[in-house]
Protein backbone atom coordinates (compact mmCIF):
# COMPACT_ATOMS: atom_id res chain seq x y z
CA UNK A 1 0.00 0.00 0.00
CA UNK A 2 1.15 3.48 -0.09
CA UNK A 3 1.29 4.29 3.69
CA UNK A 4 4.61 1.47 3.57
CA UNK A 5 5.86 2.13 0.32
CA UNK A 6 6.60 6.16 1.28
CA UNK A 7 6.85 4.85 4.96
CA UNK A 8 3.67 7.65 5.70
CA UNK A 9 1.00 7.50 8.54
CA UNK A 10 -2.28 6.37 7.45
CA UNK A 11 -3.52 9.86 8.03
CA UNK A 12 -0.48 11.26 5.44
CA UNK A 13 -0.98 8.36 3.39
CA UNK A 14 -4.69 9.33 3.30
CA UNK A 15 -4.11 13.47 2.47
CA UNK A 16 -1.95 12.08 -0.37
CA UNK A 17 -4.66 10.21 -1.51
CA UNK A 18 -7.29 12.65 -1.40
CA UNK A 19 -5.47 14.52 -2.96
CA UNK A 20 -3.94 12.98 -6.46
CA UNK A 21 -6.46 10.20 -7.19
CA UNK A 22 -7.90 12.54 -9.76
CA UNK A 23 -4.54 13.09 -11.37
CA UNK A 24 -3.26 9.22 -10.77
CA UNK A 25 -6.84 7.75 -12.33
CA UNK A 26 -6.66 10.15 -15.31
CA UNK A 27 -2.78 8.70 -16.27
CA UNK A 28 -4.01 5.40 -15.39
CA UNK A 29 -7.00 5.71 -17.64
CA UNK A 30 -4.47 6.64 -20.35
CA UNK A 31 -2.07 4.04 -19.69
CA UNK A 32 -4.89 1.36 -19.89
CA UNK A 33 -6.32 3.11 -22.78
CA UNK A 34 -2.88 1.77 -24.81
CA UNK A 35 -2.67 -1.44 -22.61
CA UNK A 36 -6.20 -2.03 -24.15
CA UNK A 37 -5.64 -1.67 -27.33
CA UNK A 38 -2.29 -4.09 -27.09
CA UNK A 39 -3.40 -6.94 -24.76
CA UNK A 40 -5.53 -9.28 -23.37
CA UNK A 41 -9.06 -7.32 -21.89
CA UNK A 42 -9.18 -10.25 -19.58
CA UNK A 43 -5.25 -10.03 -17.71
CA UNK A 44 -5.75 -9.49 -14.29
CA UNK A 45 -4.28 -6.22 -14.13
CA UNK A 46 -6.14 -4.96 -16.69
CA UNK A 47 -9.12 -6.49 -15.31
CA UNK A 48 -8.39 -5.30 -11.99
CA UNK A 49 -7.86 -1.83 -13.23
CA UNK A 50 -11.38 -1.43 -14.48
CA UNK A 51 -13.11 -3.04 -11.89
CA UNK A 52 -11.85 0.02 -9.30
CA UNK A 53 -11.95 2.13 -11.94
CA UNK A 54 -15.82 2.16 -12.11
CA UNK A 55 -15.70 1.39 -7.78
CA UNK A 56 -14.52 4.86 -8.22
CA UNK A 57 -17.20 5.95 -10.38
CA UNK A 58 -19.98 4.73 -9.14
CA UNK A 59 -18.90 6.41 -5.20
CA UNK A 60 -17.29 9.54 -6.93
CA UNK A 61 -19.65 10.56 -9.73
CA UNK A 62 -23.09 8.30 -9.48
CA UNK A 63 -23.64 8.68 -5.72
CA UNK A 64 -23.49 12.39 -5.40
CA UNK A 65 -25.00 13.05 -8.98
CA UNK A 66 -27.62 11.02 -7.44
CA UNK A 67 -28.17 13.23 -4.19
CA UNK A 68 -27.30 16.73 -6.67
CA UNK A 69 -30.56 15.44 -8.59
CA UNK A 70 -32.91 14.50 -5.80
CA UNK A 71 -31.92 18.16 -4.17
CA UNK A 72 -32.88 19.68 -7.19
CA UNK A 73 -36.26 17.81 -7.74
CA UNK A 74 -37.16 18.83 -4.07
CA UNK A 75 -36.20 21.90 -4.76
CA UNK A 76 -38.58 22.03 -7.79
CA UNK A 77 -41.52 20.66 -5.98
CA UNK A 78 -41.61 22.18 -2.82
CA UNK A 79 -40.48 25.88 -3.83
CA UNK A 80 -42.06 25.91 -7.30
CA UNK A 81 -38.92 26.82 -8.91
CA UNK A 82 -38.35 25.63 -12.42
CA UNK A 83 -34.56 24.80 -12.93
CA UNK A 84 -34.48 21.98 -15.16
CA UNK A 85 -36.96 19.97 -17.15
CA UNK A 86 -38.84 17.76 -15.30
CA UNK A 87 -38.81 15.28 -18.00
CA UNK A 88 -35.04 15.44 -18.05
CA UNK A 89 -34.74 15.56 -14.41
CA UNK A 90 -36.41 12.34 -14.27
CA UNK A 91 -34.70 10.66 -17.27
CA UNK A 92 -30.95 11.44 -15.57
CA UNK A 93 -32.38 10.54 -12.45
CA UNK A 94 -33.40 7.01 -13.54
CA UNK A 95 -30.16 7.12 -15.32
CA UNK A 96 -28.07 6.95 -12.59
CA UNK A 97 -29.76 5.32 -10.23
CA UNK A 98 -29.89 2.36 -13.19
CA UNK A 99 -25.91 2.99 -13.30
CA UNK A 100 -25.75 2.84 -9.33
CA UNK A 101 -27.89 -1.12 -9.60
CA UNK A 102 -25.22 -2.09 -12.07
CA UNK A 103 -22.20 -1.48 -10.42
CA UNK A 104 -23.88 -3.10 -6.86
CA UNK A 105 -24.76 -5.80 -9.12
CA UNK A 106 -21.47 -6.32 -11.00
CA UNK A 107 -19.42 -5.82 -7.03
CA UNK A 108 -21.97 -8.49 -5.98
CA UNK A 109 -21.04 -10.97 -8.20
CA UNK A 110 -17.30 -10.79 -8.53
CA UNK A 111 -17.64 -10.51 -4.54
CA UNK A 112 -19.36 -13.70 -4.80
CA UNK A 113 -16.38 -15.20 -7.06
CA UNK A 114 -13.19 -14.30 -5.37
CA UNK A 115 -14.23 -13.37 -1.27
CA UNK A 116 -17.22 -15.73 -1.10
CA UNK A 117 -19.72 -13.01 -1.17
CA UNK A 118 -18.13 -10.34 1.20
CA UNK A 119 -18.46 -7.39 -0.72
CA UNK A 120 -16.53 -5.44 1.99
CA UNK A 121 -13.72 -7.83 1.60
CA UNK A 122 -13.80 -7.68 -2.38
CA UNK A 123 -13.67 -3.56 -2.42
CA UNK A 124 -10.61 -3.88 0.75
CA UNK A 125 -8.76 -6.36 -2.26
CA UNK A 126 -9.94 -3.91 -5.22
CA UNK A 127 -8.14 -0.76 -2.74
CA UNK A 128 -5.08 -2.90 -3.07
CA UNK A 129 -5.69 -3.41 -7.23
CA UNK A 130 -6.65 -6.93 -6.66
CA UNK A 131 -3.61 -8.07 -4.40
CA UNK A 132 -4.06 -11.69 -3.34
CA UNK A 133 -7.24 -12.43 -5.64
CA UNK A 134 -6.88 -14.75 -8.63
CA UNK A 135 -6.95 -13.80 -12.44
CA UNK A 136 -11.10 -13.75 -12.66
CA UNK A 137 -11.14 -14.52 -15.97
CA UNK A 138 -9.69 -18.01 -14.50
CA UNK A 139 -12.35 -18.13 -11.98
CA UNK A 140 -15.85 -17.71 -14.38
Known amino acids: TISTTLRLSEVQSTMVYVLTWCVY ?41 ICLQTYIMVRQTSYGDQFVDVNALVLSMLSSVYSL ?40
Not at 54 to 59: G, I, K, N, R, V
Not at 116 to 132: E, H, K, P, Q, T
Open 25 to 65: FLLCDARIFLMYMFTDPTQNDLFTYIRVRQLAEMTFEAVPQ
Open 101 to 140: VTFVLLFKKYAAIHTNGNVASYIRCMRDLGRGLAPTNLLI
